[in-house]
T-cell receptor, first 116, second 118 residues
Framework: ETGVTQSPTHLIKTRGQQVTLRCSSQ?????VSWYQQALGQGPQFIFQ???????GRGNFPPRFSGLQFPNYSSELNVNALELDDSALYLC???????????????FGEGSRLTVL | AQTVTQSQPEMSVQEAETVTLSCTYD???????LFWYKQPPSRQMILVIR??????QNATENRFSVNFQKAAKSFSLKISDSQLGDAAMYFC???????????????FGQGTTLQVKP
């Protein structure tokens, strides 16, 4: 059973650029969610995908967007990067379905984004 | 809106001793779940223990146990026989029940950094 994997592990971008982060969910998991974790803070929910559709979103602007593919893998895209976007981006997968169910969330090790 | 508060930014414990991490939350919901996650320097968030709000019995997982006080909206984590490998950042988290429209999102506290001294 493969766990949640994320790529890249580290990346550096400049302000105004665009970035794509990738996540492969744990085998059999149909729900993927993304979190932003600023240094020394708790993770903040960005959005969740179920059946290739966004079905929940946190307080993030539209320049944060995502995709979920038929194999349940997912991408997080951030356009027009700002300095405050520097953070660890965590992906989590679960068997929760649209309501999240009672399924445990399994997290990846995250992608560390630095915006200069 | 639901909130989670961890008022202890840092805690330390001697190896083999017991430590308690505090967490309070605010919600008007009756159906929800509470979690403690551990995040070591490797960054991967690992589930330590979970508690369903409808269960009165406190959850336990080996050396980890919780003190769930629903009326007080308090959810503390006790680590017994602390080990060096317990050193990490610990997050308390809340999730609405499946009857809610809030999907499966987790609401995290600010975290407590636990240091274990040999």
């Amino acid at each position: 059973e493969t766990g949640v994997t994320q790529s890249p592990t580290h990346l550096i971008k400049t302000r105004g650029q665009q970035v794509t982060l990738r996540c492969s969910s744990q085998s059999g998991h149909n729900t993927v969610s993304w979190y932003q974790q600023a240094l020394g803070q708790g993770p903040q929910f960005i959005f969740q995908y179920y059946r290739e559709e966004e079905n929940g979103r946190g307080n993030f602007p539209p320049r944060f967007s995502g995709l979920q593919f038929p194999n349940y893998s997912s991408e997080l895209n951030v356009n027009a990067l700002e300095l405050d976007d520097s953070a660890l981006y965590l992906c989590a997968s679960s068997l929760g379905g649209a309501s999240g169910g009672t399924g445990e969330l399994f997290f990846g090790e995250g992608s560390r984004l630095t915006v200069l | 809106a639901q909130t989670v508060t961890q008022s202890q930014p840092e805690m330390s414990v001697q190896e083999a001793e017991t430590v308690t991490l505090s967490c309070t939350y605010d919600t008007s919901e009756s159906d929800y779940y509470l979690f403690w996650y551990k995040q070591p320097p490797s960054r991967q968030m690992i589930l330590v223990i979970r508690q369903e709000a409808y269960k009165q019995q406190n959850a336990t997982e080996n050396r980890f146990s919780v003190n769930f006080q629903k009326a007080a909206k308090s959810f503390s984590l006790k680590i017994s026989d602390s080990q060096l490998g317990d050193a990490a950042m610990y997050f308390c988290a809340y999730r609405s029940g499946i009857t809610s429209s809030n999907t499966g999102k987790l609401i995290f506290g600010q975290g407590t950094t636990l240091q274990v001294k040999p």
